[in-house]
Every structure is written in structure tokens, then in C-alpha cells.
Antibody, heavy 115, light 108 residues
Framework: QVQLVESGGGVVQPGRSLRLSCVVS????????MHWVRQAPGKGLEWVTF????????YYVDSVKGRFTISRDNSKNTVYLQMNSLRTEDTAVYYC????????WGQGTLVTVSS | DIQMTQSPSSLSASVGDRVTITCRAS??????LTWYQQKPGKAPKRLIY???TLQPGVPSRFSGGGSGTEFTLTISSLQPEDFATYYC??????????FGGGTRVETK
């Protein structure tokens, strides 16, 4: 049974940092790239970032470039999202996901950026 | 960047209705399009990939079509469990992907 479990969300002030984690089980984690997708309250889905199976390639949506960093530890079956210089517009539920070739998503973790 | 425009943004329908949602790409994306269903408080669920291939386990009342810049998701006979929000996703330059704005299907 495949499980993706995010953690690390919470309330943070603008300009501060937060690190999200996504622990994966039930498939061979180190064979596949991973995504983070976010959804602001009442809004649509927005792709945020991707990391390749070995961590060598990373891609980001323009709005988070230079502020967010994706990484992974294949020995721990975990993907991370380090979020720095947070803005109010980063408030969202953050999902980790394996979108290809399978369709596996976590339950999401809520990040609220507010003073 | 490739922009995906979904229409309508919301619609009201009744059980048994035929529903069609459209997704338009700002440039050609071949058939590199996926449709997702999302229910409140839940993660998205893939329905269709490759524009028209049904994900295993997804009811046959769902179908997808199109290629290039215009795509459709059709529900042939809307069921109570189909009231949800639907999103298209383009992935021609995978892993750089982008979602459409979503279509909320509500009960009339």
C-alpha cells in the first residue's frame, strides 16, 4: 500500500522559513521523481517544484525560484521542501506527489503565512 | 510558459446530465494532457491521461478527447459522486507542468 505523508506545515510570519517533509512508503522511492503541488484556500492547483529520482535535476515555478529548495534523501524515502522568505501568497495546502508514471499524492499539509 | 484555460469555471448540472469541460492550451501540446478530479479536502485523483486514456478503475462514463490545443472531458451521465472540481494538466515539457484553473461541477 502506497503512502505519502507530509508534515511540517504550520503558521509562520512573512519573511520566515519552514521545511516540509514527505515520507514515502509502498514503492521504490529512489526510482522516481517527485513533485510538490500547492493549493491556496479556495483556489486551484499550482505546480511548485520537481526533483529527479537521484536529486540531480530540479525545477521550480517562477514565483518560488530563489526562495524554495527541493531535496530528497533516498535512504530515508523522504522528499523535502525548504521554504525561505515566505510571503502571504505562499499560504496553501502543499501536496507531495508522484505524478508519473503513477498517481500517488499525500494528504497535504497546510502552510499559513501571516503576521 | 504554457497557459491552460479551462471553461467553464463552474457549472450546475443534475444527476444523469451529460457534462463537457473544455481545456485550451496556449500552444500545441500534442496529447500530453491529464485530467484530475478533486473533492473537497482531498488530494486530486487522476482520471484520464494521454488526453483520452482512462485510468484503471475510473468509470467508463468519463471520457477525454482532443489534441494539440483543445481538449475535452465528458461525463456521459453525471452521478452523485461526480460532483467535484476537475483540472486539466499539461505535461509536454515534463517535469515542467501546469494546471488549468479548474471547473467546479455543482448540483443544480
Amino acid at each position: 500500500q502506497v503512502q505519502l505523508v507530509e508534515s511540517g506545515g504550520g503558521v509562520v510570519q512573512p519573511g520566515r522559513s519552514l521545511r516540509l517533509s514527505c515520507v514515502v512508503s509502498g514503492y521504490t522511492f529512489n526510482r522516481y521523481g517527485m513533485h510538490w503541488v500547492r493549493q491556496a484556500p479556495g483556489k486551484g492547483l499550482e505546480w511548485v517544484t520537481f526533483i529527479s529520482y537521484d536529486g540531480s535535476d530540479k525545477y521550480y515555478v517562477d514565483s518560488v525560484k530563489g526562495r524554495f529548495t527541493i531535496s530528497r534523501d533516498n535512504s530515508k524515502n523522504t522528499v523535502y521542501l525548504q521554504m525561505n522568505s515566505l510571503r502571504t501568497e505562499d499560504t496553501a495546502v502543499y501536496y507531495c506527489a508522484l505524478m508519473s508514471p503513477f498517481d500517488y499524492w499525500g494528504q497535504g499539509t497546510l502552510v499559513t503565512v501571516s503576521s | 510558459d504554457i497557459q491552460m484555460t479551462q471553461s467553464p469555471s463552474s457549472l450546475s448540472a443534475s444527476v444523469g446530465d451529460r457534462v463537457t469541460i473544455t481545456c485550451r492550451a496556449s500552444q500545441g501540446i500534442r496529447n500530453d494532457l491529464t485530467w484530475y478530479q478533486q473533492k473537497p479536502g482531498k488530494a486530486p485523483k487522476r482520471l484520464i491521461y494521454g488526453a483520452s486514456t482512462l485510468q484503471p478503475g475510473v468509470p467508463s462514463r468519463f471520457s477525454g478527447g482532443g489534441s494539440g490545443t483543445e481538449f475535452t472531458l465528458t461525463i456521459s451521465s453525471l452521478q452523485p459522486e461526480d460532483f467535484a472540481t476537475y483540472y486539466c494538466l499539461q505535461h509536454i515539457n515534463y517535469p515542467l507542468v501546469s494546471f488549468g484553473g479548474g471547473t467546479r461541477v455543482e448540483t443544480k
